[in-house]
């Protein structure tokens, strides 16, 4: 599976659009784009996910760029309680038959 | 999506014993995978728990130290033996309900090593 990049920590304000960026420049044309986020003393849960169209669902809106290198996940109104670390996972052929990799994710504050 | 029970939530135990965690699914599922996560770090693949036969384990991880079992499609253990403070970690159980299903993970078993 490709590696990821995002950055290590963001802030965001509450009330605010928050837009967490990952990179994911080897990327084939099999490979989806999932996104996990793991709130304090809790498992992973699942936010979205993509193969090159732009997927919005009742948590949040995923832009993926048109060569796939890069994609973008949209809280569009950040609360409080989405202060989480979010993960963007490259995942062959819609998953596969294997566990995903998790890397360090982003550490997004939303500040009150 | 599929609920997922963890028992027991946490422990603390003694170095040298051995601990096992269940892992309870409310629906069949496909595949099911164990999980580790150490103290300020990110989650960590243990093994994939295959119903009827052994698990996959991943490099760095072996059988002797985290024996899994998978009896059927809703159930699977995973014991840590010989505990060491260095076991001292979250342990996840992680379900896929089918190909087309994205994984889900339970809350994890917060264990702590004396």
């Known amino acids: 599976d490709a590696k990821t990049t995002q950055p290590p920590s963001m802030d965001c304000a509450e009330g605010r659009a928050a837009n967490l960026p990952c990179n994911h420049s080897?990327?084939?044309?099999?490979?989806?784009v999932y996104w996990y986020r793991q709130i304090h003393s809790q498992g992973p849960q699942y936010i979205i996910h993509?193969?090159?169209n732009n997927e919005t669902n009742e948590m949040a809106s995923l832009i993926i760029t048109e060569d796939r290198k890069s994609s973008t996940l949209i809280l569009p109104h950040a609360t409080l309680r989405d202060t989480a670390v979010y993960y963007c996972?490259?995942?062959?052929?819609?998953?596969?038959?294997?566990?995903?990799?998790f890397g360090k994710g982003t550490h997004l504050i939303i500040q009150p | 999506s599929a609920v997922i029970s963890q028992k027991p939530s946490r422990d603390i135990c003694q170095r040298g014993t051995s601990l096992t965690i269940q892992c309870q699914v409310d629906?069949?599922?496909?595949?099911m995978f164990w999980y580790r996560q150490q103290p300020g770090q990110s989650l960590t693949l243990i093994a994939t728990?295959?119903?009827?036969?052994?698990?996959?384990?991943e490099s760095g991880f072996v059988i002797d130290k985290f024996p899994i079992s998978r009896p059927n499609l809703t159930f699977s253990t995973l014991t840590v033996s010989n505990m060491s403070p260095e076991d001292s970690s979250i342990y996840l159980c992680?379900?896929?309900?089918?190909?087309?299903?994205?994984?889900?993970f339970g809350d994890g078993t917060r264990l702590s090593i004396l």
């Open positions: 629906s069949q599922v496909t595949m």
């Open positions: 728990a295959n119903q009827g036969s052994e698990a996959t384990y």
């Open positions: 996972i490259v995942v062959y052929s819609g998953g596969g038959a294997d566990g995903l990799t």
């Open positions: 993509g193969l090159k």
């Open positions: 080897t990327i084939s044309g099999n490979e989806y």
């Open positions: 992680s379900v896929r309900s089918n190909l087309d299903q994205p994984q889900h």
